[in-house]
């Protein structure tokens, strides 16, 4: 069982950068793939980008490949996304999540989700 929390959301302008946490629980954290995924109202949650257990392979998805940039330190159980020249598009709860098997971008292959953090850009 792994229990994530989110962090470091918040109201930035277009062009800012923010980095957000997820800390997680449990001793095993480094034996799960982790993904960022967000959501707008209405919307499906949306892959963002996803790192391997070791931290080795990040993946992303095209709309933030060259603006976010996925990392882990299993050390602190935690993941960070770092998100650079934020456009008013970027605007929605972000979620992590730790998958039990795969490394994948599917919202649908993760187990284990966090309670979500508001990013907001206005232009």
């Known amino acids: 069982q792994v229990q994530l929390v989110e962090s470091g959301g918040g109201l930035v ?3 800012d950068s923010l980095r957000l946490s997820c800390a997680a629980s449990g001793r095993t954290f480094s ?3 982790v993904a960022w995924f967000r959501q707008t109202p ?5 892959f963002v980008a996803t ?3 070791s931290g ?5 998805s095209d709309s933030v490949k ?3 940039t996925i990392s882990r330190d299993n050390a602190k159980n935690t993941v960070y996304l ?3 020249s934020l456009k008013p ?5 972000y979620y992590c999540a730790a998958s039990r098997i795969t490394w994948s971008d599917s919202a649908a292959d993760y187990d284990y989700w966090g309670q979500g953090t508001q990013v907001t850009v206005s232009s």
């Open 51 to 53: 790192i391997s257990k």
């Open 42 to 46: 209405g919307k499906e949650r949306d």
């Open 56 to 60: 080795a392979i990040p993946r992303y």
């Open 13 to 15: 302008q277009a062009g």
């Open 82 to 84: 770092q998100m650079n």
């Open 31 to 33: 034996t799960y793939p």
């Open 66 to 68: 060259g603006r976010f």
């Open 89 to 93: 598009e970027d605007t929605a709860v």
